[in-house]
């Protein structure tokens, strides 16, 4: 390596002839290749581009706590790490669970022998300390996701190894909702002697403890002896490693100064890997549970005319839309209401009946143009596209919007906003047409639909649809899931199709290109899933 | 001279006044917050109670000359506040960050003078041969070339030609120096060579109008040798303008980094400044353009001390 270095030192002619050669490099992608036997030892070396605000995941919301935290850290139940729909659950200290005819009460049998870092023993004590400050945080304390457990009628520890969830109705997304990957938990003792005690220390029950944070710089894990899951985890240690820029991480990843980059990357920047890493490198590739909706003011003429907001979405091309677009930013699949090859999701064949989603374009346009003059707007009109500032997927996509909308005789100008007064720009309701956008951490339609609500903060379009309201109450309570597909279909059909509150946009695509002797993980449509790493092992 | 110096040191306070208050009201104009980045984002899904909580909570619920007044008492007491995004105390964000980014401007500071003061001076001495033209063409290239667009160029080379990259987590000077240079030796030879050009050129041009004064001509008419010539009498009075220019190239390295740091990921001031304007985290931005001002305001101090002694003119002004 000194070699090299002193080498480089004397290298100055070459830059420009390297810099050329590496523009000029094609591209090709390699699949994932199979397990094979776990190997312990050894530390794995990760980029996250974002950083922890706080360690307190009950009151965070970025990936940055995720990734370099979630190894600390238990949760009652999680979502199966092979998973790919990454909507199994299955049990992490609860080692199995219970649930009464009436599906409203479920108990869950506590794991013995799990320890707390500091070397005290895990009860269901903890457990319940932990869910109390999620869903009753004391004053002063925030717990943002406490509004997804309204279900919930009680929790109770009646001994040291169970818990035991009552809820006020049946609910089908319970179990998903247990194994958010937000619930870490916590220590009683901890918790109630000082609720902010976790905003700056870790104590958890994960496969590693924490070793350091260095602001900015890094976060560093190493092995619990005392995991309850016995010869696990298979990693001596991690060390995550804090990148903003999207070319230092490459750069990372390709000096093999970094293994994986959980989140995702582009598309020119897998190839880019691909090609300089060879067989060293392996992608794997999801759906993502994150996608881009165009919301239309319904308070705003003509966006309160249905037959103009269903002219808006039968306009998009989206399946010739998805082949271009995957080619230079983060979107792929077209789906509906969930993401495609999840339970939920709307089988291809169903997609193609809604509006917008059929394959004959000319068909679907011909229908937009009628629309639009029966709406009073036979030549087309004029609006202002509003879009957020951020390169990856709006801006692309937002161009292939209005392109799209041209094709009906519409003349779209594109503002863009800046990334950090979007959002309360899209809750003023100072827009005729923007993109909105949202991402999931588990792909379940409790989770996912309630922004649809009428009553929803989140509801930027502002449509007020009791139909919709009652389809999604249904939903949730509907505890067998062919009765619940049918009625997420209907739902479906109302928001996309003969309403057209929103428009769907194009799925995300999520792209992890990690070094190949890195194994034992496997994508899922969420990238704040499937990070305790405790399955994670290097081949060499 | 004590006059001279007290009267420059006491103006450093209204400076740093009107920076603060400047600070203050332009970070405010700039929309949102660092309560609406963090807890409104992409799922819209926290509420407004806990919202408008968290703005109680920082403050920012308060009239601006409260928040200002409250603001600037604190940095009277030298006690910035916390960073509002992650609750740490601001010193210790900042701390964190300033050694690297010190070491950083040290370095290039050394590459430049290294390079600039006699490559300057030969280019001055051999004016109009091919060794100037050589040296200008050098500090134009110097000038043209942003040290970000270099700092890539020398990943890329490195990745490319050599397999390998600089390391990626700084590692102190004193904990281990040989992995404390290999990642600070690209970004101060890229930011180096832009500086080392701008003292080139400011050294060829002083040197040259200094090589054509009567006291030159007088010093070489009695005999003494070229050597002593210059060190003596040239290079001490060109270097007025070329100190200045390295003094404040200095001060602007300190927070001014910000491409070149996101380039080789470096965990500097310039980065948390970047980081800090997308949080809108008004404490720690505050904090830190108070840093750099202040930085730039000593640097300028210590400048004026130099000039009194570099020319002796001024202490009797």
Same mark, same amino acid.
């Given at each position: 390596?000194?070699?090299?270095?002193?080498?480089?030192?004397?290298?100055?002619?070459?830059?420009?002839?390297?810099?050329?050669?590496?523009?000029?490099?094609?591209?090709?992608?390699?699949?994932?290749?199979?397990?094979?036997?776990?190997?312990?030892?050894?530390?794995?070396?990760?980029?996250?581009?974002?950083?922890?605000?706080?360690?307190?995941?009950?009151?965070?919301?970025?990936?940055?706590?995720?990734?370099?935290?979630?190894?600390?850290?238990?949760?009652?139940?999680?979502?199966?790490?092979?998973?790919?729909?990454?909507?199994?659950?299955?049990?992490?200290?609860?080692?199995?669970?219970?649930?009464?005819?009436?599906?409203?009460?479920?108990?869950?049998?506590?794991?013995?022998?799990?320890? &707390?870092?500091?070397?005290?023993?895990?009860?269901?004590?903890?457990?319940?300390?932990?869910?109390?400050?999620?869903?009753?945080?004391?004053?002063?304390?925030?717990?943002?996701?406490?509004?997804?457990?309204?279900?919930?009628?009680?929790?109770?520890?009646?001994?040291?190894?169970?818990?035991?969830?009552?809820?006020?109705?049946?609910?089908?997304?319970?179990?998903?909702?247990?194994?958010?990957?937000?619930?870490?938990?916590?220590?009683?003792?901890?918790?109630?002697?000082?609720?902010?005690?976790?905003?700056?220390?870790?104590?958890?029950?994960?496969? &590693?403890?924490?070793?350091?944070?260095?602001?900015?710089?890094?976060?560093?894990?190493?092995?619990?002896?005392?995991?309850?899951? %016995?010869?696990?985890?298979?990693?001596?240690?991690?060390?995550?490693?804090?990148?903003?820029?999207?070319?230092?991480?490459?750069?990372?990843?390709?000096?093999?100064?970094?293994?994986?980059? &959980?989140?995702?990357?582009?598309?020119?920047?897998?190839?880019?890997?691909?090609?300089?890493?060879?067989?060293?490198?392996?992608?794997?590739?999801?759906?993502?549970?994150?996608?881009?909706?165009?919301?239309?003011?319904?308070?705003?003429?003509? &966006?309160?005319?249905?037959?103009?907001?269903?002219?808006?979405?039968?306009?998009?091309?989206?399946?010739?839309?998805?082949?271009?677009?995957?080619?230079?930013?983060?979107?792929?699949?077209?789906?509906?209401?969930?993401?495609?090859?999840?339970?939920?999701?709307?089988?291809?064949?169903?997609?193609?009946?809604?509006?917008?989603?059929?394959?004959?374009?000319?068909?679907?346009?011909?229908?937009?143009?009628?629309?639009?003059?029966?709406?009073?707007?036979?030549?087309?009109?004029?609006?202002?596209?509003?879009?957020?500032?951020?390169?990856?997927?709006?801006?692309?996509?937002?161009?292939?919007?209005?392109?799209?909308?041209?094709?009906?005789?519409?003349?779209?100008?594109?503002?863009?906003?800046?990334?950090?007064?979007?959002?309360?720009?899209? %809750?003023?309701?100072?827009?005729?047409?923007?993109?909105?956008?949202?991402?999931?951490?588990?792909?379940?339609?409790?989770?996912?639909?309630?922004?649809?609500?009428?009553?929803?903060?989140?509801?930027?379009?502002?449509?007020?649809?009791?139909?919709?309201?009652?389809?999604?109450?249904?939903?949730?309570?509907?505890?067998?899931?062919?009765?619940?597909?049918?009625?997420?279909?209907?739902?479906?059909?109302?928001?996309?199709?003969?309403?057209?509150?929103?428009?769907?946009?194009?799925?995300?695509?999520?792209?992890?290109?990690?070094?190949?002797?890195?194994?034992?993980?496997?994508?899922?449509?969420?990238?704040?899933?499937?990070?305790?790493?405790?399955?994670?092992?290097?081949?060499? | 001279?004590?006059?001279?110096?007290?009267?420059?040191?006491?103006?450093?306070?209204?400076?740093?006044?009107?920076?603060?208050?400047?600070?203050?009201?332009?970070?405010?104009?700039?929309?949102?917050?660092?309560?609406?980045?963090?807890?409104?984002?992409?799922?819209?899904?926290?509420?407004?109670?806990?919202?408008?909580?968290?703005?109680?909570?920082?403050?920012?619920?308060?009239?601006?000359?409260?928040?200002?007044? +409250?603001?600037?008492?604190?940095?009277?007491?030298?006690?910035?506040?916390?960073?509002?995004?992650?609750?740490?105390?601001?010193?210790?964000?900042?701390?964190?960050?300033?050694?690297?980014?010190?070491?950083?401007?040290?370095?290039? +500071?050394?590459?430049?003078?290294?390079?600039?003061?006699?490559?300057?001076?030969?280019?001055?001495?051999?004016?109009?041969?091919?060794?100037?033209?050589?040296?200008?063409?050098?500090?134009?290239?110097?000038?043209?070339?942003?040290?970000?667009?270099?700092?890539?160029?020398?990943?890329?080379?490195?990745?490319?030609?050599?397999?390998?990259?600089?390391?990626?987590?700084? +590692?102190?000077?004193?904990?281990?120096?040989?992995?404390?240079?290999?990642?600070?030796?690209?970004?101060?030879?890229?930011?180096?060579?832009?500086?080392?050009?701008?003292?080139?050129?400011?050294?060829?041009?002083?040197?040259?109008?200094?090589?054509?004064e009567d006291y030159i001509r007088t010093a070489r008419a009695k005999g003494l040798v070229q050597r002593l010539v210059l060190a003596r009498h040239a290079l001490k009075n060109?270097?007025?303008?070329?100190?200045?220019?390295?003094?404040?190239?200095?001060?602007?390295?300190?927070?001014?980094?910000?491409? +070149?740091?996101?380039?080789?990921?470096?965990?500097?001031?310039?980065?948390?400044?970047?980081?800090?304007?997308?949080?809108?985290?008004?404490?720690?931005?505050?904090?830190?353009?108070?840093?750099?001002?202040?930085?730039?305001?000593?640097?300028?101090?210590?400048?004026?001390?130099?000039?009194?002694?570099?020319?002796?003119?001024?202490?009797?002004?």
């Open positions: 390596m000194q070699r090299s270095l002193v080498r480089a030192l004397g290298a100055a002619v070459t830059l420009i002839a390297a810099a050329s050669i590496a523009a000029v490099i094609p591209v090709a992608v390699i699949p994932a290749g199979a397990q094979d036997k776990p190997r312990s030892g050894g530390e794995l070396i990760f980029v996250v581009p974002s950083e922890p605000p706080s360690y307190d995941a009950h009151q965070e919301e970025t990936f940055g706590v995720i990734h370099p935290m979630a190894p600390h850290y238990s949760t009652l139940l999680r979502v199966d790490p092979n998973d790919k729909t990454g909507t199994k659950p299955v049990g992490d200290i609860a080692e199995s669970w219970t649930v009464s005819k009436d599906a409203l009460t479920y108990t869950f049998k506590i794991r013995q022998g799990v320890k &707390f870092h500091d070397g005290s023993e895990l009860t269901a004590k903890d457990v319940k300390a932990s869910y109390d400050k999620i869903l009753k945080p004391p004053a002063g304390v925030k717990s943002l996701r406490k509004e997804a457990y309204g279900s919930i009628a009680s929790i109770d520890a009646p001994d040291a190894h169970t818990f035991v969830v009552k809820l006020k109705y049946p609910e089908s997304s319970i179990l998903l909702n247990l194994a958010s990957p937000w619930n870490w938990v916590y220590k009683a003792d901890i918790i109630a002697k000082d609720p902010h005690w976790y905003e700056k220390n870790v104590n958890g029950t994960g496969p &590693f403890k924490f070793v350091e944070h260095v602001k900015g710089s890094h976060w560093v894990g190493k092995k619990n002896p005392d995991y309850w899951d %016995k010869g696990k985890p298979y990693l001596d240690s991690y060390r995550a490693i804090f990148i903003s820029a999207s070319a230092a991480q490459v750069a990372a990843v390709r000096g093999e100064r970094a293994m994986i980059q &959980f989140r995702s990357f582009s598309p020119p920047e897998r190839d880019q890997l691909v090609q300089a890493l060879g067989n060293k490198i392996t992608v794997q590739e999801s759906p993502w549970d994150c996608v881009n909706l165009v919301a239309m003011h319904h308070e705003k003429k003509p &966006f309160d005319d249905k037959r103009v907001r269903r002219a808006l979405t039968l306009a998009l091309d989206r399946y010739e839309g998805g082949k271009a677009l995957s080619k230079i930013t983060l979107v792929k699949d077209v789906g509906g209401i969930q993401v495609p090859g999840t339970p939920y999701a709307t089988p291809p064949a169903e997609l193609e009946k809604l509006a917008g989603y059929g394959r004959d374009i000319n068909a679907s346009r011909a229908e937009a143009k009628r629309l639009l003059k029966e709406a009073g707007v036979p030549d087309g009109f004029s609006f202002v596209f509003k879009n957020r500032g951020i390169p990856h997927p709006y801006e692309p996509l937002g161009i292939w919007l209005i392109s799209q909308w041209k094709q009906i005789g519409l003349n779209v100008r594109q503002e863009i906003i800046e990334a950090s007064a979007y959002h309360p720009m899209l %809750k003023r309701g100072d827009f005729e047409v923007a993109m909105d956008f949202q991402c999931g951490f588990i792909v379940e339609p409790d989770l996912d639909l309630p922004r649809f609500l009428s009553h929803s903060d989140a509801n930027y379009g502002r449509h007020k649809d009791t139909v919709i309201d009652d389809l999604y109450s249904r939903q949730g309570r509907a505890t067998d899931p062919e009765e619940r597909k049918k009625i997420l279909r209907q739902l479906e059909k109302r928001l996309l199709d003969e309403e057209a509150h929103v428009a769907y946009t194009l799925q995300w695509h999520r792209i992890v290109p990690h070094l190949s002797k890195v194994k034992g993980w496997t994508i899922t449509p969420s990238h704040y899933l499937n990070n305790q790493l405790d399955a994670v092992w290097l081949s060499e | 001279m004590w006059r001279y110096l007290v009267k420059r040191f006491m103006l450093m306070f209204p400076t740093m006044l009107g920076v603060a208050l400047l600070t203050f009201i332009l970070i405010r104009v700039i929309p949102g917050d660092v309560v609406e980045l963090r807890y409104a984002g992409d799922r819209g899904a926290v509420s407004q109670d806990v919202l408008t909580k968290e703005r109680a909570r920082f403050g920012l619920d308060q009239p601006l000359w409260k928040q200002f007044t +409250t603001w600037i008492w604190g940095v009277a007491r030298l006690d910035f506040g916390e960073s509002m995004w992650t609750g740490a105390p601001i010193w210790q964000e900042i701390r964190l960050r300033f050694a690297l980014s010190l070491q950083v401007a040290i370095m290039a +500071t050394i590459v430049a003078v290294a390079l600039s003061i006699p490559l300057g001076v030969l280019a001055a001495l051999k004016q109009d041969t091919w060794i100037d033209y050589a040296v200008r063409i050098f500090s134009i290239a110097g000038l043209a070339t942003p040290s970000f667009w270099l700092g890539i160029v020398f990943i890329l080379m490195l990745l490319i030609v050599f397999h390998w990259l600089p390391p990626m987590v700084y +590692t102190p000077f004193w904990v281990n120096p040989w992995e404390n240079i290999k990642q600070l030796i690209w970004p101060a030879l890229a930011v180096g060579y832009r500086y080392s050009a701008v003292g080139m050129r400011m050294t060829r041009s002083a040197m040259l109008e200094v090589l054509r060109a270097m007025l303008p070329v100190a200045t220019v390295i003094a404040l190239e200095f001060a602007f390295l300190i927070g001014g980094l910000v491409v +070149t740091e996101q380039v080789f990921n470096l965990n500097g001031l310039g980065l948390l400044f970047v980081q800090a304007v997308a949080h809108r985290d008004y404490t720690l931005i505050q904090a830190l353009v108070m840093l750099v001002a202040g930085v730039f305001i000593v640097v300028n101090f210590l400048m004026d001390v130099g000039y009194a002694w570099l020319d002796p003119r001024i202490r009797y002004r």
